[in-house]
């Protein structure tokens, strides 16, 4: 109840501006917009690029746009701005888990950006309606939603442990920046992680970035080789980030001074 | 004018005596950014490992317009966007320095709150641009001309302006929504439109992207030019544009900061 | 309300009819009015000043006091150029503040309490030398009233230190040097003492009295503190829901407006309050020692009849502190 709350408020927070909720969902938006454009300008007259026809990189994108929505966000900086200043000191006092805490207020503005984003998607499913073709069964589309949901969590640990790195390190933004980079690149959010080089697919292989946008978009698409399987190696990096996250937070607070604000 | 630069000469003084002190940051960014160009570079290898030609850009030309934006892009990191990221916390009294303050000092409050502040690690990413745009040069046979380089050299401090103005615009609209929470995001998002061909942009995005908010001077012109696919006359027509631009952001600053209604005491 | 009218030919700050308006989204309680945000906005207008007049000349030491949200610091904001006035007219100088000329500038300095110009990571005197240029300071000018600055405000010792490792009172001091380098003719000060201990406190007054004598610089200040009004300023302007209602010197204030004064007595044996009663009212009581208030033309009479009654050690004869006569004149008690 206490994180619905949370939430409730987060929300109430962003109801102040419109500006800044239109201004998140552009934010969220343009990065897609622009890789469509080059990918649909590489493909031209092409039919295909490696299996994408021109409405799999529209719904690739659009999918990219709207899962960072229900998956991404950037709650490091706040949960490390949080230990660097000292403000976690009076929730760290209460029965409420102050990372998670900032994780809820998140989904605020990600909640809203993917309300108003709704309409602009069926404008592109619309005019692409000729290229896109979405064939998913029932179990398709349970399984892409427990999919997305799982990558929500993977996304989650990992903006976890970066914003609880302040805990060590007196400048946290580079950590963060570093993961951006990690997650744009072998992630597939820049481009389809089977388009890249093979050394690039190995690593990526090897990383948990992979499971937070590929392994659903590949459902999506019907590009899974085989889902159940995705699925529970995304059930399997949940795992032992959940496990990592809470040594290193233990570690973590012991070692905090309460420096106050 | 000569306040300006004495603030300038005595801002980039106690910039380098704090990066001389403090010296994390400056490594860090020193070493991230060209791994982000690294990043960049398997993208572009990508793109080109699906087609010779993106844009009428050979693979080899997108090395040059890509390391131009690098160039650019750091170099407005390195002279704009940390006093322009601060300027958020400064209009929404959550900084320990005051916008108020600011205010009453003589010197231009644009100029002294956007600027002056550097952010010395770009610079490394900064070379790094340019020994991709050697690179991209030293791969295929062009014929440049001194007329196509000196174009090239005289565009590219139009494209860190357009950074600047781009940047500035954006933090503007502060004063009108001081509860905007994602002006540096905005901006970062926005700024991938110019790491791009020109000829990318078509229809009504072209408008936008070439002659109203003209990112694709951060690169893509420049590079045109270097490569001789605009003629050099058309400087003429880039730089009465960026004055434009220029007088347009100094009038909406001005009209907006009457908006300031200072955080309370 | 109380006002004195000042015709003299040096008069540096003149505000005239001045108002300013605020408009303040308005948003009720809960998730569903939040909602309704979204689509409908609701304004208030918000008159942090309202018609407030005054001349203050040069040299004077003046004190803006008030509640909180009274219009103290907004109207201090419209005196140094911040903010613009929705009506009326402020003139500072000779200038209109907020058009920002430089030449205005360079006669004022503002000074915010836990608000710093100082950068962060480095010493007190690269910010210096960054004001130096930024005012346009001559080296021999500076150099002289750097080191005078140092002098009076005992901080020889922190220059050379960085600025996020000295106390709150010692930023403070530098803060107030880098204001003053330029030797402004007029000083805005906004809650200046704020968070500091006592002695340091004690010390900035002093060093602005001294400011003040030295430069015959005229200087505003806005604080909580009664201290700060009664030791620096000369006259006191009481602003309230954006209105002038008080304007003069603090003597009169409270020879005027305080019709009591205090007998502090230290009696030798222990006494009951009832029988302090018939004397006048009792401020604070504790056996051995007590504040009564007696009426201003009787405190005579009643220091004998105190004496005559009890054996006292000591008495004092005081006047009302000045926050009771203003706490009074804020809650219409007078």
Not at chain 3, 199 to 226: C, E, G, P, W
Request: with cysteine.
């Amino acid at each position: 109840m206490k994180y619905v709350r949370t939430f409730l408020l987060a929300l109430q927070s962003e109801f102040i501006s419109r500006a800044n909720i239109v201004g998140w969902f552009i934010v969220g938006a343009i990065p897609s917009v622009i890789l469509a454009l080059v990918w649909l300008a590489i493909l031209g007259d092409k039919q295909s690029i490696n299996g994408f026809t021109k409405g799999d990189f529209v719904l690739y994108y659009l999918f990219v746009t709207f899962s960072w929505y229900i998956v991404g966000g950037n709650f490091a900086f706040p949960v490390g701005n949080g230990i660097k200043d000292g403000r976690i000191n009076m929730t760290l006092l209460k029965p409420y888990n102050v990372v998670f805490g900032l994780c809820i207020q998140e989904q605020a503005w990600k909640a809203l950006s993917f309300i108003i984003a709704l309409p602009f998607a069926l404008i592109v499913l619309y005019l692409f309606r000729d290229d896109i073709h979405i064939k998913l069964t029932l179990i398709q589309n349970v399984m892409l939603f427990i999919s997305l949901i799982l990558g929500a969590i993977i996304f989650a640990f990992l903006e976890a442990l970066v914003g609880i790195s302040a805990f060590w390190v007196t400048e946290m933004w580079p950590i963060a920046h570093v993961n951006d980079m990690l997650f744009s690149l072998f992630g597939g959010r820049m481009l389809p992680l089977t388009l890249m080089p093979p050394v690039i697919l190995f690593i990526a292989n090897l990383l948990p970035y992979k499971y937070i946008f590929h392994i659903p978009v590949s459902i999506l698409l019907s590009k899974s080789s085989n889902m159940y399987l995705d699925i529970g190696l995304q059930f399997l990096y949940i795992c032992i980030l959940a496990l990592i996250y809470q040594f290193v937070w233990i570690k973590g607070i012991q070692k905090y001074e309460a420096i106050g604000s | 004018m000569n306040n300006l630069l004495r603030y300038y000469k005595r801002s980039f003084i106690l910039e380098v005596k704090r990066t001389i002190i403090y010296p994390l940051s400056f490594w860090i960014i020193a070493l991230i950014w060209p791994a982000y160009s690294l990043f960049q570079i398997i993208f572009l290898e990508t793109i080109y490992s699906q087609t010779n030609n993106f844009v009428g850009y050979s693979k080899y030309e997108a090395y040059v317009l890509f390391g131009t934006f690098t160039f650019v892009q750091t170099l407005g990191h390195l002279f704009f966007y940390r006093r322009l990221t601060e300027l958020a916390y400064l209009i929404r009294g959550n900084a320990d320095e005051s916008f108020d303050i600011a205010l009453t000092k003589p010197i231009n409050t644009q100029i002294f709150t956007t600027t002056g502040r550097f952010n010395f690690g770009n610079i490394t990413a900064a070379l790094v641009g340019l020994v991709v745009v050697f690179y991209g040069l030293s791969q295929e046979p062009y014929s440049l001309g001194i007329v196509n380089i000196v174009s090239y050299i005289i565009m590219v401090p139009l494209g860190i302006l357009i950074y600047y103005i781009m940047y500035t615009i954006i933090s503007t609209f502060l004063f009108w929504y001081p509860e905007l929470k994602m002006t540096e995001n905005l901006w970062g998002s926005i700024q991938d439109f110019g790491q791009y061909p020109s000829s990318l942009y078509q229809g009504g995005i072209g408008i936008v992207l070439n002659i109203l908010v003209p990112l694709t001077l951060m690169a893509s012109v420049p590079v045109d030019f270097l490569l001789g696919k605009l003629p050099a006359p058309m400087l003429l027509l880039y730089y009465a544009l960026v004055t434009i631009l220029l007088l347009i952001t100094r009038l909406f600053w001005n009209f907006s900061i009457k908006q300031y209604s200072s955080s309370s005491s | 309300m109380r006002v004195t009218i000042t015709h003299m030919a040096d008069e540096v700050i003149k505000v005239k009819n001045v108002k300013k308006y605020f408009s303040v989204a308005q948003k009720g309680e809960g998730f569903g009015a939040s909602l309704i945000s979204l689509v409908y906005k609701k304004y208030k207008e918000v008159k942090a000043v309202d018609d407030i007049s005054f001349e203050i000349k040069s040299g004077e030491m003046v004190a803006f006091l008030g509640p909180n949200g009274a219009g103290k610091t907004t109207t201090l904001k419209m005196l140094s150029g911040i903010l613009y006035p929705s009506e009326g007219t402020v003139s500072v100088l000779g200038y209109t503040p907020q058009n920002r000329q430089p030449e205005f500038q360079k006669q004022i300095a503002l000074v915010m309490g836990q608000k710093n110009q100082l950068w962060w990571d480095l010493p007190p005197t690269d910010t210096f030398l960054l004001n130096k240029d930024i005012y346009s300071i001559p080296t021999s000018q500076y150099k002289s009233t750097l080191e005078e600055l140092v002098d009076l405000l005992e901080v020889e010792n922190i220059l050379t230190t960085p600025v996020r490792k000295l106390s709150l009172g010692q930023r403070m001091k530098c803060e107030l040097i880098a204001s003053l380098l330029h030797l402004p003719k007029i000083l805005f000060l906004d809650e200046p003492t704020i968070g500091l201990d006592l002695v340091i406190q004690k010390k900035m007054r002093s060093f602005l009295k001294k400011y003040n004598k030295k430069n015959d610089a005229t200087i505003i200040l806005t604080s909580h503190y009664m201290d700060d009004v009664k030791e620096v300023c000369d006259r006191v302007i009481l602003i309230d829901h954006g209105h002038k209602i008080y304007d003069d010197q603090i003597d009169k204030l409270i020879t005027e407006y305080a019709n009591e004064k205090y007998l502090k007595i230290e009696f030798a044996n222990e006494v009951s309050k009832e029988n302090l009663k018939g004397i006048g009212s009792i401020i604070e009581f504790d056996g051995l020692q007590a504040t009564v208030a007696v009426p201003r033309k009787d405190h005579a009479k009643k220091a004998a009849e105190l004496l005559a009654k009890f054996e006292i050690d000591n008495i004092d004869i005081a006047e009302v502190e000045l926050e009771d006569i203003i706490l009074k004149y804020f809650t219409h008690q007078t």
